[in-house]
């Protein structure tokens, strides 16, 4: 080999080496990710991550003990609601439920309630729960076992004023906690009255007891009066099994995998898995502890220059590693600098080609990566009907009301890269990101998690179509971004959160009033009776339910979530499709037929009604089973003359006895199981605002004013049955079917 042809070697081999490196550490980010669940299991449930050995199917977990159910997009324990999972810290977040004594003004018990929770792997984890107790006339025992044996501890809490009453502060005044031991297993709350708040029953009508998180709740005067929240967060501790790691470790099952090592728990039964030091993961899982790169974080190095820290397998060293220390020499200054001679090249011509190569080598890896991702979003936007949907925006020139065509780059910079701290909202259909447009409009920005490319043509048309929809109920479609694999859509942004959230999680009572209650309901109707009549094409929402109604910050109702919506053409009355929909609100005709009609959303917009009545959960299984769908539970109280019991406490206080008849009558109309027998949506929203404007007339007696709703209880004599299954799968419509709208909300 001559010597032009070595200089030329030295030359353009680094430049080669660049790419290369380039490459190989973007392939490296790429798969940065560890895994957490079993390889081929799900990882998610909603957007709770499910690592094992917890697992949603069979073959996904360890045993018995750490199967997680998934139920719209919720993951339970049992009936127990789970919001996280730590690996690294043995603990599960989970939404406990609350104790209740409730009375009424002459001391009759209207509803009691006492809590219980057994899971063999879990313990109440003390460090981070309390026992609280609210109430001012209140007691109640928290009854647990420890060690196999009873134990029992108690708070009370009285006062005779609110004025005596400090927000923030549980020292016993309106509000008391406790403390208990470690390791406690299968417990249960009892809250009982001193007195039946007959004392107290114009202030503080209930008592309530749970444990809870202890950075997750705050007392306020406000929960006196009505203690929204049906459950509240709790930490429970995890192991596995119920031996220790010697016996454990000669069983078929050990739970703890390669490069992690078994930790016995002193206080209580069973064994706990960690990676060893200088590995981080999974270590339940096979390769789930992999090697921490020391070297790239200063942080978890000590090496003086960190130019000569080479990581190795669970550790680092801060000289040359042995493959160049072949001499034994430990020096790493003498060993670089003896490397650095070797290397030099004495040549100052060829010294500046390579400083020149190199850079260019890099330009020219960047340009060629520029023109990929260009081709690329070409590619994608031909893909998602870009082409179709730039033909019918030019036939609407001059229309005030168009969809916006936004390129990639323009949703990145509104959303700061798809930052974490910009998410609003996750679903089954994807991410919704809060983003801010150089005009300065707010809007909210859906990722969708996928596409049927089939059926981009109809796509683009319900594209054009919900641009046009200009409602004020209506959640507005400004338009989409197709430069990305799924297309992207933007909405404006809806501010208050969902209709769901303010129903069951809002803490201000002064913004929960009937009036505000029965407007939202009106607005509601109002736009879904303007979809099935009066848009061009009308539309059939098909997933009406509280946590697809947004709010403004007026408290104006915003429909939103068409993710599954249907066009009906207009000589059609119905449509067969596969069923889809949430459960608790899905109509039970749609369920048993497959045949979707207009009267699909009545029934799901009158649970909606149900809903807010009693601030009730859809579906709840602390209910009996035959009364765990919330349209079974009210159908049921107004055959048992229970409808006072079952309202929320502050529409009974200040709402219009007339109104509430009114509105009750709509809700059990909306919800027959016969579609022909339930009103239209437009008959909906015409009466809901005449009864709006019925003159206002005092709730004087409750007993009375059942007794004048009683035609109403023997209306519900036609029993609400479902018949066939009461479960659902969610699927996908066939190509023969009309399009899925692909869309989503404002949140």
């Known amino acids: 080999m001559g010597s032009s042809e070595k200089i030329l070697q030295i030359i353009v081999l680094p ?88 009375y009424k003004r002459d001391g009759q018990r209207v509803r009691w309630n006492g809590t219980t929770l057994s ?63 470690d390791r406690l297993k299968g417990i249960s709350v009892n809250v009982k009255s001193f007195q039946n708040h007959t004392k107290v029953w114009n202030f503080n009508p209930c008592g309530y007891a749970f444990v809870v998180d202890k950075g997750e709740f705050n007392f306020s005067a406000d929960y006196l009066k009505n203690l929204t929240n049906k459950r509240v967060p709790m ?53 789930g502890c992999q090697d921490i790169d020391e070297c790239g974080d200063p942080n978890l190095n000590n090496c003086s220059n960190q130019n000569h820290c080479f990581n190795t397998q669970g550790n680092y060293t801060c000289g040359c590693p042995k493959w160049y220390r072949g001499d034994g020499r430990k ?34 890896y960047l340009v060629l990566r520029k023109r990929r991702f260009i081709k690329l979003k070409e590619k994608f936007f031909q893909q998602n009907g870009g082409l179709i949907l730039e033909r019918h925006l030019k036939e609407q020139v001059g229309s005030t009301e168009t969809a916006k065509i936004f390129n990639i780059e323009e949703l990145k910079k509104a959303t700061k890269n798809y930052d974490e701290s910009r998410i609003i909202g996750r679903g089954g259909f994807g991410t919704v990101y809060k983003g801010f447009l150089p005009n300065n409009r707010i809007v909210a920005i859906k990722k969708s998690k996928t596409m049927d490319q089939n059926q981009i043509d109809q796509f683009i048309n319900e594209v054009v179509l919900l641009s046009q929809i200009n409602h004020r109920n209506v959640v507005k479609l400004l338009g989409c971004c197709l430069e990305t694999e799924v297309p992207m ?11 769901l959230n303010y129903i069951h999680h809002e803490s201000s009572g002064s913004t929960k009033r009937w009036e505000t209650y029965l407007r939202i309901a009106a607005e509601t109707a109002d736009a879904l009776s303007y979809l099935h009549s009066a848009a061009s094409t009308p539309i059939i929402h098909r997933d009406v339910k509280s946590s697809n109604i947004l709010l403004d910050d007026n408290f104006t109702a915003k429909v939103s979530d068409f993710g599954t919506s249907r066009l009906v053409p207009r000589h059609q009355k119905e449509l067969t499709t596969v069923v889809q929909g949430t459960l608790g609100y899905l109509d039970p005709e749609y369920l048993q037929t497959n045949r979707l009609t207009e009267k699909s959303d009545v029934y799901s917009f009158g649970v909606v009604l149900v809903e807010l009545l009693t601030g009730e959960d859809v579906l709840s299984f602390d209910r009996s089973e035959e009364e765990t769908s919330l349209p079974m539970y009210f159908l049921s109280s107004l055959k048992e003359d229970q409808l006072f019991e079952i309202l929320e406490n502050h529409i009974v206080e200040e709402g219009n006895k007339e109104q509430i008849k009114e509105v009750v009558e709509l809700a059990q109309r909306c919800l027959k199981v016969k579609g022909d027998e339930r009103p239209s949506m437009q008959e909906v929203a015409m009466k809901l605002e005449r009864i709006r404007k019925i003159e206002t007339h005092s709730w004087v007696n409750a007993q009375s004013n059942l007794k004048e709703a009683k035609h109403l209880h023997s209306v519900a004599s036609d029993s609400y049955e479902c018949g066939g299954s009461s479960s659902t799968t969610v699927g996908y419509d066939s190509m023969n079917d009309h399009v899925t709208l692909a869309l989503g909300d404002g949140r």
């Open 235 to 287: 930490v429970l501790d995890w192991t596995v099994g119920n031996q220790t790691c010697d016996s454990a470790r000669k069983k078929p099952k050990f739970a703890c995998k390669e490069n992690s090592e078994c930790l016995d728990l002193q206080t209580s039964q069973g064994y706990r898995c960690k990676c060893k030091q200088g590995y981080h993961g999974n270590p339940y899982l096979d390769g």
């Open 331 to 364: 020096d790493g200054e003498r060993c670089y600098a003896d490397f650095a001679l070797a290397v030099k090249i004495p040549i100052g011509n060829i010294g500046i080609s390579l400083i020149a190569l190199l850079g260019g080598s890099s330009w020219l």
């Open 15 to 102: 430049g080669v080496v660049i790419i290369f490196a380039i490459v190989a550490a973007e392939a490296a980010a790429a798969a940065a990710a560890i895994a957490m669940a079993k390889p081929g299991c799900v990882s998610k449930c909603g957007d709770v991550e499910i690592p094992f050995p917890f697992g949603l199917s069979g073959g996904c977990y360890l045993d018995e003990d750490f199967n997680i159910s998934c139920h719209s997009e919720k993951p339970l324990i049992g009936n127990i609601p789970v919001s996280s999972i730590s690996i690294e810290n043995h603990e599960m977040h989970v939404m406990n439920l609350v104790a209740r004594d409730c």
């Open 119 to 181: 899971l063999s792997q879990y313990t109440i984890c003390n460090t981070k729960n309390k026992f609280t107790v609210i109430g001012c006339d209140t007691y109640a025992y928290l009854n647990g076992v420890k060690n196999g044996a009873n134990y029992s501890i108690g708070c009370s809490s009285q006062c005779s004023s609110l004025n005596i009453v400090d927000n923030g502060s549980c020292s016993g005044i309106g509000c008391c906690e406790v403390g208990f031991p």
């Open 489 to 499: 859509l933007v909405y404006e942004f809806v501010p208050k959160g969902t209709l």
